[in-house]
């Protein structure tokens, strides 16, 4: 159901009052502050990030209602402290969209969503005067794959990329020889850099094919869960543990594991 734009805000307004009253009135919520809300607003994220892989519309709804009363939350402790409100943090977020999409609201051409990519990050540069770095926007402690390919995109968004998809091949190919050789010399420290640059290189194939890398794996994680959950299913229905089967059985299992189409894939 598509609610008017009156409707929306009116919808916006309620949640805000009631946040003012719990603000006061519930000692849970007086007592909260940005540092005690930061690990909820991480899992938060987590779980509407959950839904939206499950594509669960109901499940995506609520934790989009939570997700949003974090950012109003936050806006509201910075407004206790007189530092901004919810309007100012909408408004600096209407002037940046304006401002970055200059192909809309000015007279910048952009044919097609690659070349919109470049604009931005050739605007972002100016947005500080030029003493921005390309990799400044990329947050410090962003899980090192997701960083991997944000690095690699904003990277590839000024130039420095493959001329073609199918070369970045050789690369992948160079970093397997490079780990095969550190592991041989027996180096642990060598391993461990050699087995970084692999994956860095697999994630920059991942980008290169349009895959995201973060989705590719969180779907082998899910297949390889219901698998494995299906090989201990099955042990137990024949009266053992996981434990006490075999690796051929194991194997066994696995592969008729296989055959089965599991929600969770």
Partial sequence: MSHTRQER????????DTLDILRVKCPWDAKQTNESLRPNTIEEVYELCQALLDQNAPEIRKELGDVLLHILFYSKIADEKGQFDIA????????????RHPHVFGDVKADDAH???????????KERGGNR????GVPAALPALVKAFRV?????????????????WDKVKEEIAEVSEAIAAGNHSDIEAEMGDLLFSVINAARLYKVNPENALERTNRKFIARFNYIEERAREQGKTIRELTLDEMEALWQEAKTIKHGAE
């Fill in 9 to 16: 805000l009116e919808a916006l307004g309620r949640i805000m």
């Fill in 88 to 99: 100012d943090v909408c408004d600096a977020l209407n002037s940046k969209l304006i401002f």
């Fill in 133 to 136: 770095t390309v990799l400044a």
């Fill in 152 to 168: 690699q995109e904003k990277a590839a968004n000024v130039g420095f990329d493959w001329e073609t998809p199918a070369q970045v």
């Fill in 115 to 125: 070349q919109v990519e470049q604009n931005w990050e050739d605007i972002k540069l």
